[in-house]
């Protein structure tokens, strides 16, 4: 398995330009979603989605947009990028996991190896 | 709301020292604790969760619930240690039980 594979590795974007960030998954998990990670900010959550035709915003959703359409991709899009948008940004997917008692746990989550994003 | 606090941005000690990177966490239900680990420009790892009671590369962490904690501890700090850490909650039911809340990092920077 190649895991969560994002691509580009790195972007520079003029303020105004859109694009898309890709992630795909070959481990046929149903959770996936976009993390922005700043400097002492930690990891924020974008977008997230539980299974293909299902999205939802996280914390930080303005100015991105997603869609799932198979249970392989996430992809993230930017539609008018702006410098707040610099940062680096992770996918991550995780899935249905074991019982411990009476208590099911999903799987931790796998994450991308990351889009460094600059926007001037 | 769910919230976890890394109270340290930075914590440096020397090659041998013990490490203790603090987590404090606020959620009224049952959560889930992890510690990921990131290397220099790498992507996020899982070192720890709480419900494996695993030690990962000398590292323990304890969810002590009557104090909202789940430190990571180690008694002699390596310098392949150095790294960022981030302790990250799951809560216990709907779409949450799979996305994490993280905290801000903690840099651990271990001097030869």
């Known amino acids: ?120 | 709301a769910q919230r976890v606090t890394q109270p340290e941005k930075l914590l440096s000690v020397f090659k041998g020292a013990p490490v203790e990177l603090k987590c404090n966490y606020s959620y009224s239900g049952s959560p889930e604790l992890f510690w990921y680990v990131q290397y220099s420009r790498q992507r996020l790892q899982l070192l720890l969760r709480h419900i494996s009671r695993e030690s990962i590369k000398g590292f323990t962490a304890d969810l002590n619930k009557g104090e909202t904690s789940f430190h990571l501890k180690k008694p002699f700090a390596q310098e392949e240690d150095s790294a960022m850490y981030y302790c990250a909650l799951r809560s216990d039911s709907g779409a949450g039980s799979y996305q994490l809340t993280f905290g801000k990092g903690t840099k651990l920077s271990v001097i030869p």
């Open chain 1, 1 to 120: 398995n190649a895991g969560v594979t994002q691509t580009p590795k790195f972007q520079v974007l003029k303020t105004g330009q859109s694009m898309t960030l890709q992630c795909a998954q070959d481990m046929n998990h149903e959770y996936m979603s976009w993390y922005r990670q700043d400097p002492g900010m930690g990891l924020r959550l974008i977008h997230y989605s539980v299974g293909a035709g299902i999205t939802d915003q996280g914390e930080v959703p303005n100015g991105y947009n997603v869609s799932r359409s198979t249970t392989e991709d996430f992809p993230l899009r930017l539609l008018s990028a702006a410098p707040s948008q610099t940062s680096v940004y992770f996918c991550a997917s995780s899935y249905s996991g074991i019982r411990r008692g009476s208590r099911s746990y999903n799987s931790p989550l796998h994450f991308g190896n990351g889009t460094r994003l600059t926007v001037t």
